[in-house]
């Protein structure tokens, strides 16, 4: 039921925004997500779309893989689209019937809302959690927070954190699926029924997910502890990062695409 | 010097600062022992019996209350050495997902190593060798998540060796692996034990696991039972009072002995290719005695003439919308009142094909047809049948007990029942019932469903099903992580629901107990099925059971190569078909071996 959702999943292949540094990829990300929230005009918005197909291509991440990340947020777009849409009063009226109201700023800006979080999810997966394992994105963050060490933050540790986190998403995933199974093999009903009904139905999967997430939690502790886990001192790395002239190049050539689209959106406006 | 020695030992887990109310048992308590360096030690015990708290103690990840650990030669409760104890030891435990760090497989490996500060060139030939080692170099690259249970437990063993321990300790390391990759993974773990001078300890539920150590030591409620050699160990009748069972060849051995009023020596036990001998002696000895009532007939249960209850029709089954299909045209009838085995590896499409006979997934072409009584058929593609079905085939999955949620045991079991619309007098009469009938006490309707054993647990889990009075149970892996006593109480608890009209389904990959239990056994491989068959016949039939890679029951290889053996000797002697039970099996070994040597005589 659930596990063919592959939003947070690292997807293997060799690519050349795998195969980049993921400070670089981490740093373009941000500047990425600025550049969504920036853009507004339509021809920028779709020059966006051009550079994210760039993206594609060079993640090597097939397109069945992009539209099983993006499905399980379309209902969420679909949802701000229709919030948007109602809420807003500002602009002309284009469609009015009893309490709807419908405006052209209203429709735009709906659009505009629901376009910018698939964007948003995309570049997410692109940048980061398709194409760089956990691991990396906690070098990485480690790595561009080591600053912050000399302050006593406690940054390999919120990094590890963060890691076993997204490490463990596929594993509950599975375990969710396993416990609607067998819930609906008692008689459970997560599809039909009032809202309410279908919430409460939530809960009896949501309390052995939580029972058992603890059990592993507990039993990871050891694990690690077992493996002689003692915190970022003294640490090695299998794979550490060095950056290379193409992460430098790859990282130059998206923030020109990225300074690019901000000016075309800009001028256009 | 050189060893592992545990002195005095009391442990009591959360005694820093718990409850001063509810003082908790003691996990471990005046326990003393050693093992030698290089030794290869099987801890035994009961659930709850603390072996997993003494691999803690021996790993420094906790450290006694009382009484001191000395690994090496150095104390476990010494903070100046701590560090120096916990790099030598690496312990492999039962649930391989929770012991993965890493999202790639060599990542995952270097964890250990990494903690350790091993500096680079050294880091990458310690885990490409640790890789190696256990045969799985090909898969570094991949995703840790997406192997198989057996890869995953390799790959913990691997992080285990690439921090280069003295001690490997395995926590039930095996128990939820098929019995292929189980040997595979034992092979690894003896074969570093010999090559790099590991010290190995094994703790298991498998007795024949435990056959292969030089040295068993069993605990039971955190003391120690006994220890010695296996053969001393399994001579000894009394390990049965600490929830432990012999193996089956040893079982067979002492009703052969039994009948011609032998004993066994603790010699006789030291391999199974000696105990074969002595067997052999003793079976073919002039004065063999013929002991009352060896003659009379076994009580063979019908089979057949039984009304179908579910038949499964051309079933296909893809997870991907037919790009692959789990399961390939699946023919399967299942009869009122049997009991009907599924056995195959890990990854077959046992799974996935007792989800659709709950009709919890949809077949991508094909049929299962449900007749809950003469003259209905239910289909489990038609949507208005789901609920009808639902309630006539109770499916309880592998590990059931994770599925509790609410706040008594009661309220669960009933949890099936509210969905039902049934009235409340009838839902507490059928809670209560349900209960009785797994084997728990009223008194523990009331308690809180994670406050139970896991025993107890796992029969909560069950109630909930059974409560809703399926006419067919589905179990899957109904016995995994339960001691052999538990094993045993779970199996029979299965027969007499089937003497009691239900029909039941049972996945397994112990093929000793599904031989044993199920009237009809069918093999399923890479999601193509064969046909059900007795198990007499299927486990005969080596061709068969060849394509389906599926193993012959421990008993019946060991007592097929006696047969062997004495049609050696005595060539008109009939065996007829194998049966699973060692000491049912004995006896029949020893009626052909007496009738053959009539006819000699004759």
Same mark, same amino acid.
């Given at each position: ?269 | 010097? @050189? ?168 926590? @039930? ?16 773990? @003896? ?32 003391? !120690? ?231 107890? !647990? ?145």
């Amino acid at each position: 039921m659930l596990s063919d959702i592959s939003l947070g999943r690292y997807y293997k292949a060799d690519s050349i925004l795998h195969r980049t540094d993921p400070r670089i990829k981490t740093l373009l990300y941000l500047v990425y997500l600025v550049v969504i929230f920036i853009i507004k005009s339509p021809v920028a918005l779709c020059a966006l779309g051009v550079v994210t197909v760039i993206q594609i291509c060079m993640a090597k991440v097939s397109l069945p893989v992009i539209w099983k990340t993006v499905s399980p947020v379309l209902p969420l777009s679909l949802f701000i689209l229709i919030l948007n849409l109602l809420t807003i009063r500002q602009g002309n009226s284009i469609f009015n019937w009893q309490f709807i109201n419908i405006t052209d700023y209203g429709l735009s800006r709906a659009v505009l809302m629901a376009i910018r979080l698939i964007f948003l999810i995309v570049t997410t997966s692109l940048m980061l959690t398709l194409t760089t394992t956990p691991l990396k994105i906690a070098d990485a963050l480690e790595s561009l927070f080591s600053p912050l060490k000399i302050i006593k933050v406690p940054v390999h540790e919120m990094a590890m954190m963060m890691s076993i986190a997204l490490r463990f998403i596929p594993t509950l995933i599975e375990e969710t699926d396993k416990i609607m199974k067998a819930q609906v093999s008692r008689g459970a009903d997560y599809d039909t029924g009032s809202f309410i009904n279908r919430i409460k139905g939530y809960i009896t999967v949501l309390i052995p997910l939580f029972v058992s997430s603890f059990r592993r939690a507990e039993e990871l502790a050891v694990a690690m502890d077992a493996r002689c886990y003692r915190g970022g001192a003294g640490r090695t790395k299998l794979n550490p990062l060095r950056l290379r002239s193409t992460d430098v190049i790859v990282g130059l050539f998206l923030t020109s695409c990225a300074a690019a689209l901000v000016v075309m959106d800009l001028t256009l406006r | 010097m @050189e060893k592992i020695s545990v002195q005095d030992v009391t442990f009591t887990y959360g005694s820093e600062g718990a409850d001063v109310n509810a003082p908790e048992e003691p996990a471990l308590e005046d326990l003393s022992l050693e093992i030698e360096k290089g030794s290869y030690t099987a801890i035994l015990g009961a659930n709850g019996s603390g072996k997993s708290t003494l691999a803690k103690l021996i790993d420094v990840i906790e450290v006694p209350d009382s009484g001191r650990v000395v690994v090496f030669g150095k104390d476990t409760s010494d903070d100046s050495v701590f560090w120096q104890i916990r790099e030598k030891g690496a312990c492999v435990f039962q649930n391989p997902d929770n012991q993965i760090v890493g999202t790639i497989v060599e990542e995952d490996v270097a964890f250990g190593p990494e903690n350790l500060g091993i500096k680079l060139p050294e880091l990458r030939e310690r885990v490409d060798q640790a890789l190696k080692d256990v045969g799985i170099y090909d898969l570094r690259l991949r995703e840790a998540s997406r192997l198989s249970g057996g890869q995953k437990q390799k790959l913990a063993i691997a992080g285990a060796l690439a921090m280069r321990p003295e001690v490997l300790i395995l926590d @039930e390391a095996t128990a939820m692996l098929d019995p292929r990759s189980r040997d595979e993974f034992l092979a690894v773990c @003896e074969d570093m034990r010999l090559k790099k001078g590991l010290t190995l300890i094994t703790i298991t539920h498998d007795m024949s696991e435990a056959m292969r150590c030089g040295r068993i030591i069993v605990l039971s409620k955190g003391k !120690k039972a006994t220890e010695g050699t296996p053969a001393k160990i399994f001579a000894d009748i009394s390990l049965e009072q600490y929830g432990l069972r012999r193996p089956v060849s040893v079982r067979f051995a002492y009703e052969i002995a039994k009948l011609a009023g032998k004993t066994l020596t603790e010699e006789d036990l030291t391999g199974s290719s000696r105990l074969r001998e002595r067997l052999y002696k003793i079976l073919t000895a002039p004065d063999l005695k013929e002991p009352e009532g060896i003659f009379e007939e076994r009580h063979a249960g019908a089979i057949s003439d039984r009304r179908k209850i579910m038949s499964v029709k051309d079933l296909f089954s893809s997870y991907d919308g037919g790009a692959t299909f789990a399961l390939k045209n699946i023919n399967l009838d299942v009869y009122e009142g049997e009991i009907l085995g599924i056995v195959g590896e890990s990854g077959c499409g046992k799974t996935t094909l007792i989800s659709h006979m709950n009709s919890i997934m949809k077949p991508s072409s094909g049929e299962i047809e449900i007749y809950p009584e003469e003259g209905t058929t239910l289909y489990c593609s038609r949507k208005k049948d789901v609920r009808r079905i639902r309630e006539t085939v109770g499916l309880v999955f592998q590990y059931p007990e994770y599925q509790l949620f609410e706040e008594t045991v009661y309220k669960d079991i009933c949890y099936g029942l509210s969905k039902m619309k049934l009235t409340a007098e009838e839902q507490k009469d059928r809670a209560v019932k349900a209960a009785r009938s797994v084997g728990l006490e009223k008194d523990i309707l009331r308690k809180n469903p994670f406050e139970l054993s896991g025993g107890q !647990k796992r029969r909560a889990a069950m109630a909930g099903v059974l409560a809703m009075r399926p006419k067919i149970l589905v179990l899957d892996e109904p016995a995994s992580g339960l001691d052999p006593a538990g094993r045993e109480e779970m199996f029979s608890l299965i027969k007499s629901l089937r003497d009691g009209g239900t029909t039941i389904v049972i996945v397994s990959h112990n093929m000793d107990e599904a031989a044993a239990y199920c009237d009809r056994i069918c093999c399923i491989r890479n999601g193509e099925v064969s046909e059900a068959e007795t198990p007499e016949k299927l486990f005969c039939d080596s061709e068969k059971t060849g394509k389906f890679g599926i193993d012959q029951p421990k008993i019946t290889k060991f007592s097929g190569l006696l047969k062997e053996e004495l049609k050696k000797v005595m060539p008109q002697a009939d065996f007829g078909t194998p049966v699973f039970e060692p000491e049912e099996e004995a006896r029949s070994v020893y009626r052909a071996v007496l009738e053959a040597r009539r006819k000699d005589v004759k």
